[in-house]
């Protein structure tokens, strides 16, 4: 994974995209290290709990949609063939397609004994629409691993969760964490950040169309409930090997949307997904 990481963002800022340059990387014991640019400024959504959110609402939903759009939109428009070509070379057996990624998930519900989930990971390669052109997708696309400074064009990090797929892949990630943000709102402002996140992820999406290459949301849905198999099956990994870091997880406040679009999208699951 630290391999694939690495040569994406090599890759995509060879193409000019706006990502620290990688200049030296190596490993130790297995872990892999590196030495990039360094990437000035901060996430949008910094300081964004409580009364704080509420203040700067107004201005969130005037800027933050297009902070998004505009980067991924160009990411997207990059040549895929030479990024696909360097994650080849690193990592030859990476999970790097929709295809790898549903055999990956089945596999890992398997071994964590959660028969459930791996039925999910069937039905979803079942219904698996049609992907009529793969990008280079982020895969983790969310305000947090962007960076924003002002007269500075948005910084991207983070490729550990990078794909190849179609765009609405990322659409549908972001958007799902858009509308149920793992900020700290208790009581009453809670359902009020909710329902400033549904308007945020619509203009999200309508920001993309209007500057992307106009994605099929036909396909959200599908790719939401993928998403959220992806997040069911993190926190079941957690809860089997590190149950202490559960509640503290960014997932772990995205568990009931994830089941949501999972059963949105396929149907109820006998004995529910425990």
């Known amino acids: 994974m630290g391999a694939k990481e690495l040569a994406v963002q090599r890759a995509v800022a060879g193409l000019g ?21 360094f990437a000035a400024g901060s996430p949008p959504l910094t300081g964004m709990n409580g009364l704080a959110a509420l203040r700067r609402a107004p201005m969130v939903l005037r800027q933050l949609p297009s902070q998004l759009a505009t980067p991924l939109a160009e990411l997207h428009q990059l040549d895929p063939m030479t990024v696909t070509e360097a994650v080849r070379n690193a990592a030859p057996s990476v999970v790097w397609t ?42 983790d696309y969310h305000p ?9 064009p948005t910084v991207v990090v983070d490729w550990t969760g990078s794909l190849l797929a179609e765009p609405v892949y990322d659409l549908a990630f972001t958007t799902l964490l858009l509308e149920h943000p793992p900020l700290d709102a208790p009581g009453p402002f809670g359902s009020i950040i909710g329902g400033l996140g549904r ?3 619509t203009r999200f999406l309508d920001a993309y169309q209007s500057v992307g290459l106009r ?42 949307a994830a089941e949501a679009a999972v059963v949105d999208e396929i149907g109820p699951i006998n004995g529910g997904l425990g």
């Open 215 to 256: 994605a099929d949301l036909a396909q959200l849905g599908w790719y939401r409930g993928l998403h959220g198999l992806r997040v069911l099956i993190e926190l079941a990994s957690m809860e089997h090997h590190h149950s202490d870091r559960v509640s503290g997880h960014p997932f772990n406040t995205l568990r009931s």
């Open 199 to 201: 308007r945020l992820a």
């Open 144 to 152: 947090f691993n962007l960076l924003v400074s002002p007269g500075s």
């Open 17 to 37: 995209f706006n990502t620290p340059a990688v200049r030296l990387a190596g490993a130790v014991n297995g872990h892999k290290w590196s030495v990039m640019d």
């Open 98 to 139: 929709v295809e790898d990624l549903l055999v990956h998930f089945k596999a890992q519900a398997e071994l964590l004994g959660r028969s459930q989930l791996a039925l999910i990971a069937g039905r979803l390669s079942e219904s698996r629409p049609s992907e009529d052109r793969r990008v280079v997708c982020h895969g």
